[in-house]
Each structure stands twice: as structure tokens, then as C-alpha cells.
Nanobody, 123 residues
């Protein structure tokens, strides 16, 4: 599966962005999809994800209630609605996918990654 992320940008604290990720190459609906991010000087961290069957998305604590993950299997796309953004959300955000993902927050289980889209939140 090939992934293409877009929709990042520069926004003031409290603002919103909606990055998206387009998938191609395989049957998208059979894959888990996730968003990860990496801030300057920090390790990549999990943000949000859903299993191949959809269901309730899973979020890291720092974004729960502010971010909303969604997927459109018919269009092979996933979205991350980011509201109430904070300066600490500044990072390159990556979408990722994997066929066999038993732990949604475990980056090592994802086999394909997009190139990332930069989200910058100014204070």
C-alpha cells in the first residue's frame, strides 16, 4: 500500500487543521490505519488509529477529545480532524498502515508509511 499525506500547515493555538491520507495499491478496507507524529528532537509517537474493521478509533491521551480520526474505505482515505491545537502538537504527522496490527499504538506493526505532513502551531 502506498500512502500520501497532505493537509498540514501553520495555525495559531486554538485553531484547527484536517490532514488527510490517501492510500493506493491494495484493498484499503482490510488494513489498520494510524496517525503518528514526530516533533523536532523527539521520537515518533502514536496519535490515533483504527483497526481494519473500523469501530471506535483509539487515541493517545494528549489528543483525546481534541482530535477525531475517520476513514472512508470507499475513497481509500483517512482523516485526522485536529481541533483546539496547541504548540506542543507541532510535529510532522505521518499516516501508516498494516495488514496485521494487533496493537494500534505500536509503530513497529505498521508496514507502510506516508511521507508526512508538517503541522505547526504558533502560540
Amino acid at each position: 500500500v502506498q500512502l500520501q499525506a497532505s493537509g498540514g500547515g501553520l495555525v495559531q493555538a486554538g485553531g484547527s487543521l484536517r490532514p488527510s491520507c490517501a492510500a493506493s495499491g491494495r484493498t484499503f478496507s482490510n488494513y489498520a490505519m494510524g496517525w503518528f507524529r514526530q516533533a523536532p528532537g523527539k521520537e515518533r509517537e502514536f496519535v490515533a488509529a483504527s483497526s481494519w474493521s473500523g469501530g471506535t478509533p483509539y487515541y493517545t491521551d494528549s489528543v483525546r477529545g481534541r482530535f477525531s480520526f475517520s476513514r472512508d474505505n470507499a475513497k481509500n482515505m483517512v482523516f485526522l480532524q485536529m481541533n483546539s491545537l496547541k504548540p506542543e502538537d507541532t510535529a510532522v504527522h505521518y499516516c501508516a498502515t498494516g495488514r496485521v496490527v494487533t496493537a494500534l499504538s505500536a509503530s513497529v506493526q505498521y508496514t507502510s508509511w506516508g511521507q508526512g505532513t508538517l503541522v505547526t502551531v504558533s502560540s
